[in-house]
């Protein structure tokens, strides 16, 4: 079964940073885009970055400079490290895979539960 | 800026026909966006519906369509059930690895 688990999240103070998790089974990370969409409280979800199968990365203009994607091939895990965290980036982060291709569609086809994260002192 | 837009909310009847729309605020949206359609109801993660404007995903019932409208992509639920009321979101691949959701649209059955 095709499965995405996020950790990580939790109470930071702003400033302060912190790395999410999102395990996967059921199929190769490195075989699909891997992305972090976001979901603040009683708002919409915000698409937040993408890596690409062969390693390109690309952010949200919110996140880019604060925010790194990457993944352990090996642990077959994607990460979301978040530097300088603001009140405006608690959400929900979900992680959710994107449809393998080719031909590439462009959209997700998994998602994780999420994992919450809140920023305040 | 690109904004991506959706009506705010929704209503329908059981059994009704309802279409949302998902717009940009400059220019039109194409199959070139690869519009994507996601269902989420209050603590779940979304769920895919439909893809690249107008295939279903895995296991969605076919009373869900998509499709392009003029200069917006469409989603269109027909005989509309009780437990289709959700909030509803489209996404949009602007191409060079960006994506943007829609505002979402609250849809009421009753």
């Known amino acids: 079964e095709v499965q995405l688990v996020e950790s990580g999240g939790g109470l930071i103070q702003p400033g302060g940073s912190l790395r999410l998790s999102c395990a996967a089974s059921g199929f190769t990370i490195t075989s699909n885009y891997m992305t972090w969409v976001r979901q603040a409280p009683g708002k919409g979800p915000e698409w937040v970055s993408v890596?690409?199968?062969?390693?390109?990365?690309y952010y949200a203009d919110s996140v880019k400079g604060r925010f790194t994607i990457s993944r352990d091939n090996s642990k077959n895990t994607l990460y979301l490290q978040m530097n300088s965290l603001t009140a405006e980036d608690t959400a929900v982060y979900y992680c959710a895979r994107g449809a393998a291709g080719p031909p590439y569609y462009y959209y997700m086809d998994v998602w994780g539960i999420g994992t919450t994260v809140t920023v305040s002192s | 800026q690109t904004v991506v837009t959706q009506e705010p909310s929704f209503s329908v009847s059981p059994g009704g026909t309802v279409t949302l729309t998902c717009g940009l605020s400059?220019?039109?949206?194409?199959?070139?966006?690869?519009p994507s359609w996601y269902q989420q109801t209050p603590g779940q993660a979304p769920r895919t519906l439909i893809y690249s404007t107008n295939t279903r995903s895995s296991g969605v019932p076919d009373r869900f369509s998509g499709s392009i409208l003029g200069n917006k992509a469409a989603l269109t639920i027909t005989g509309a059930q009780a437990d289709d009321e959700s909030d509803y979101y489209c996404l949009l691949y602007m191409g060079n690895g960006i994506w943007v959701f829609g505002g979402g649209t609250e849809l009421t059955v009753l």
């Open positions: 890596i690409f199968t062969g390693g390109s990365t």
């Open positions: 400059s220019g039109s949206v194409s199959t070139n966006y690869y």
